[in-house]
């Protein structure tokens, strides 16, 4: 049987940049995944971090719907077509995230705002796109190269086992938006190295995937020397997160913030804050100077400024141990 997709002309030496292109993919589609969970914590709340899980699973399904129901989608050259879908992932990626960070879902007023409904569908939508285009990736060439599926699922988990890694190690380098970016450049490089030796570097799809490599190494680079990088992507906070009200402190200020493989650590500093559960009436003195700890934007917590008067522990109730047995 003759196939239509034009793997049978292809070269040891193209397949092995294919294999490569779909590492590079995966790769990139599972630190997305796992990125998208603590940019929800962070920006939202945790249990929309859940939900990710599921619009994974939903892109994923649906790309295979998509290829059972419209055949003529696995046609084509493979590496041109998985340029084409590295591409649609990369860029895929950072619509999804500036749409959803700005224009946020507000749970809070769904209640009374339908509009809030259609954002939630929006951002089901958007969100599921990345895993729809690379999931497609993934079914197409198992169509293409029946005998080596295993060589095919092989380079697909090898690759989104790097994936997880880098959500693990690369953050506190990074942060969380610089996450997004490495997603993004893992993707459109999956997207260029797919589109070697086709002798179509004029093609536009090619020139606008490497603008977006190109864009995405301009984030990193300015992240990883410490360098303010572009203010379209910082992530935007709930109004009702802890975070919110203390900037809205007089004076507040962010003076230390730092991302780690599991949550994001916020360090604000304002005369107006007063953390002291318990703090007997009995103590008449100016309230120590404090800073607020924020974890994932979320329960403050007071940390004593260096050289503060500590005179005022005797007052709280955590004393009254050591008054009893100094």
């Known amino acids: 049987m003759k196939l239509t997709n034009g793997s049978s002309s292809l070269k040891p030496s193209d397949k092995r940049v294919i294999w490569l292109s779909l590492f590079l993919l995966s790769a990139a589609t599972l630190a997305f995944e796992i990125n998208l969970t603590r940019l929800f914590s962070v920006a939202q709340f945790y249990h929309f971090a859940f939900m990710i899980v599921s619009i994974a699973l939903l892109g994923f399904g649906a790309s295979g719907t998509a290829l059972t129901i419209f ?20 860029i895929s990626i950072l619509a999804a995230y500036l749409l959803t960070n700005h224009l946020p879902f507000d749970s809070f007023s769904i209640a009374w705002d339908r509009r809030q409904v259609w954002i939630l569908i929006l951002h089901y939508i958007a969100l599921a796109s990345p895993f729809f285009f690379s999931g497609m990736a993934v079914g197409f060439l198992l169509g293409v190269f029946p005998r080596s599926a295993g060589i095919t699922y092989a380079v697909n988990l090898f690759g989104s086992a790097t994936g997880c890694v880098l959500a693990l190690v690369a953050p506190p380098l990074l942060g969380g938006e610089g996450m997004v970016t490495l997603s993004i450049a893992l993707a459109s490089l999956a997207g260029i190295a797919s589109s070697f030796r086709l002798h179509q570097f004029s093609n536009s799809l090619v020139l606008v995937t490497s603008a977006l490599f190109l864009f995405s190494l ?59 559960p318990g703090l007997s009436y009995r103590y008449l003195q100016p309230l120590p100077s404090l800073d607020g700890l924020l974890v994932d934007g979320d329960d403050l917590s007071p940390i004593l400024q260096p050289g503060t008067n500590s005179g005022f522990v005797s007052y709280l109730p955590n004393a009254a141990a050591l008054h009893l047995r100094p």
């Open 71 to 90: 055949p003529a989608l696995q046609n084509g050259n493979p590496k041109q077509r998985l340029s084409q879908l590295a591409f649609a992932t990369g």
């Open 218 to 276: 301009l984030d990193l680079g300015l992240r990883f020397t410490g360098k303010p990088s572009f203010a379209f992507l910082e992530l935007h906070i709930s109004p009702y997160k802890s975070l919110s009200y203390a900037l809205q402190y007089p004076g507040a200020d962010v003076i230390h913030r730092e991302w780690n493989a599991f949550s994001r650590v916020d360090v604000v500093r304002s005369s107006g804050i007063h953390s002291l």
